[in-house]
């Protein structure tokens, strides 16, 4: 059995990883972070001081938005092959990648229009940035569904030797939880909460993160041990 | 094949397992999200935030600023983002369905991208519009105006993604020679399709009938939309109930056949 192209699939997503930390690097902004009570002249100031780190990010978000996709599809492969009644999981699993990515890279091209022209009116910067954390959060359903979608399948996995351990589902689960308190963002402008807070932003960036991370070993481990064709029940 | 423990033989004999040991649990589980989910939408739609029926779009400044100003709206974006993931659920049952069908796997391909814009556009869109101006009423009132055209058009006024879908799901089922569902819901769902049609003119007017709230937009579109939704969930329910257990993908016969390729291809 082939399972190269899975494998070349896969190794996109540490490619994000290392492009991720070159930004982090290359363009200081994500350690400067613009608070929900700042004014619109404020906001606007902050869009003319780092326009062209806030570009740097959005192009490099851009391509890592993307460049996330492969990863869920090996995914959803690798689901499809365990083989529930039907592949009503793994379909609800792809329509979450496609909105939640999309809303991802939207919430990009928001920052990234503020910075492009920051002498707009302010007025107008502060929407685009309300606009760009707006989209950064609405992907918190649909993620947190995708992993509700596959810890289901694997919980009903009837194989004897089941695709995805079972720890795979908890871990699933987990993340999930940890994804839940981004959406209460819209309601705080300050605290824990508020979009800059410790529990919407650093725990979900960094279970975001951390997820990625071991799917990709856990995709690694399982696509490796594949032995039969995909039998794609797409 | 042993009968597991727990369960018991129906009059044919065949084991009857309980709902939760039933091989149909992962469509179960889906399909009755469905109802959660419309429950839900409906509830954070009409009494929570009153979004919905929608506000007139001739309403003054001032009566769209007294809108954003309503004390539910952000709660309503809370739930709406966290339940965002049970949309594309609900229109994976339906592709479940479609794949049933004898047609051609394009027509799920395509019912796939359109659900896909569907729900970005009619969902998230509307979603961070109303809750944008609700989180920061101090916009100029030019700006909440424009928020409010935004979300209400987008909710309404989303036409292409979802005549797409209908159209694929409708045209499935009258194509459709294994009868999975009756042929007469596939013409119903064409007409499904054509109340997207008529919700085109609220891109041109501000005013009744044919505004975003307009009777001859708004309210007929709801009037075909709301039975239709309650009778072919029906009868998806029937199909799944009918589904016989040996064209389920975890079948006992198909898993043996799985196995044997597994053991064949293994060194």
Known sequence: MNTRGQRILLWIAPAAGALFLLAYFLFP???????????PDEIAAFFHDHG???LGV????????????PLFAVTAVQMSRIGNSSPVFTYSYILCVGIGTTAFLLADYCWGIAAYRPDRNPQLLTLLNDMGWFLFTAPVGTILMQNLCLALAIYLDTRAEPVFPRWVAHFNVATAVLFVPGAFTFLHKTGPLAWNGILSFDLRVLTFAAYVAVMFFVLLRIVGRQTEDVELRL | MSVPAGSFASAAGVPVRPWYRSRKLDQWICFWSVPFFYNLFGLVFVPLSSMMPPKSPSASTQQIVGFFQGDHLLIACVILTLSLGLAPVSNAVYLTQIKRMSVSPAFRVAFLGGTVMGAIVGMTFPLFCFGLGAFRPGYDPAVLVMLYDFGYLAFIGSLGCFCVT???????????????LPKWLGYYTVWQFMSELMAAPIWLTQSQPFGWNGVMTFWFAMLVYVPWQFIIYVWIYKAIKRQPEDELDNAPSRTRVRQRDTAGAAP
């Not at chain 1, 994500?30 to 700042?38: D, E, I, K, R």
């Open chain 1, 52 to 54: 062209s780190g806030i």
């Open chain 1, 58 to 69: 959005s192009v490099m978000i851009n391509l890592i938005g993307g460049m996330l996709i």
């Open chain 2, 166 to 180: 209908w159209a694929m799901f409708g045209l499935a089922i009258i194509l459709d020679r294994n009868r999975i």
């Open chain 1, 29 to 39: 902004i994500f350690s400067a972070s613009l608070s929900p009570t700042q004014t």
